[in-house]
């Protein structure tokens, strides 16, 4: 059975940072690519990341460019995105997400079930 959990999730105030993380189970997480997606109150839920499986190679939307990094620990079967200079815009529920391949990702194959983040003084 396919699991995708995410942690690490919570409150911070702007300009803090913040690491969230997601234990994979049920496949093989180095044949795939992992992103990170996101949902803003009353909007559409995005990409923010995505690391490749075949070289890590990685992808992240213009608004967390320089901000946010995306990575991968196989042998742990995690993938963690390290979060910086955080602003309120950032708030929203974080989605990790897998697919088989390589990233840039159309359609994810499997995504959890979300962790809160809010940015907020």
């Known amino acids: 059975q396919v699991q995708l959990v995410e942690s690490g999730g919570g409150l911070v105030q702007p300009g803090g940072s913040l690491r969230i993380s997601c234990a994979a189970s049920?496949?093989?997480?180095?044949?795939?690519?992992l992103g990170w997606l996101r949902q803003a109150p009353g909007k559409e839920r995005t990409g923010v990341s995505c690391?490749?499986?075949?070289?890590?190679?990685?992808y992240y939307a213009d608004s967390v460019k320089g901000r946010f990094t995306i990575s991968r620990d196989n042998v742990k079967n995690t993938v963690y995105l390290q979060m910086l200079s955080l602003k309120p815009e950032d708030t929203g529920v974080y989605y990790c997400?897998?697919?088989?391949?390589?990233?840039?990702?159309?359609?994810?194959?499997?995504y959890g079930q979300g962790t809160q983040v809010t940015v907020s003084s």
């Open positions: 049920g496949f093989t997480l180095d044949r795939y690519a």
């Open positions: 690391i490749s499986s075949s070289d890590g190679s990685t």
């Open positions: 997400a897998a697919a088989y391949g390589n990233c840039p990702v159309s359609a994810y194959d499997y």
